[in-house]
């Protein structure tokens, strides 16, 4: 059996655009509230949800800490919605995405969130499953709530193994 290696690599904008949205109040604010107290980074995530009874929900996961290396196995996606997570601390946590390949994952990329990032998967998007790199696991998550098929899973034939960093990858 081969390894398959994936190193982390950062959270930005711009590489992570075909899976979702980065989640982060960095910039100068799209305008002051509560009296000029408060920076409002307004519409930062585009939501989706079905129309056939779904409707958007907010949730609270209390994920297990996971570490690296770390062994991907499976990814999933929600056909009918999209999902936000939200780290209710300022510890960074591992995002596994896939672009699609005809209806299946293709190749896996793991980025590594700076503190205080989010993101919002878009609809559709495989992913891995939350993975928080430092306890407590505890996110935000909105999401889609309602009736229907809303989880595909897909395992992996052989695993992948996430590193922390490139220079692990070599």
């Not at 904008?13 to 409002?40: M, S, W, Y």
């Not at 994920?63 to 499976?74: C, D, G």
């Not at 209710?88 to 990329?109: H, Q």
Request: hydrophobic share 35%.
């Amino acid at each position: 059996m081969t390894t398959r290696t994936l190193a982390t690599e950062p959270l930005t904008v711009e590489a992570f655009a075909p899976f979702g949205d980065v989640l982060e109040a960095t910039g100068i604010p799209d305008k002051l509230i509560n009296q000029g107290l408060c920076g409002r980074y307004h519409d930062r995530a585009r939501l989706e949800t079905d129309t056939e009874g779904g409707k958007a929900g907010i949730s609270l996961f209390l994920s297990q800490k996971r570490s690296f290396p770390y062994r991907l196995e499976m990814v999933e996606r929600h056909p009918l919605g999209s999902q936000a997570f939200l780290p209710m601390s300022l510890a960074p946590f591992l995002v596994i995405v896939c672009p699609d390949d005809n209806g299946k994952p293709g190749r896996p990329r793991a980025f590594l969130t700076s503190p205080g990032q989010g993101i919002n998967l878009h609809r559709g998007t495989w992913h891995g499953v939350l993975t928080p790199l430092a306890d407590p696991g505890l996110f935000g998550v909105v999401d889609r709530i309602g009736p229907g098929g809303n989880l595909e899973e897909v395992w992996f034939d052989e695993p992948w193994t996430v590193v922390g960093r490139i220079e692990e990858a070599n």
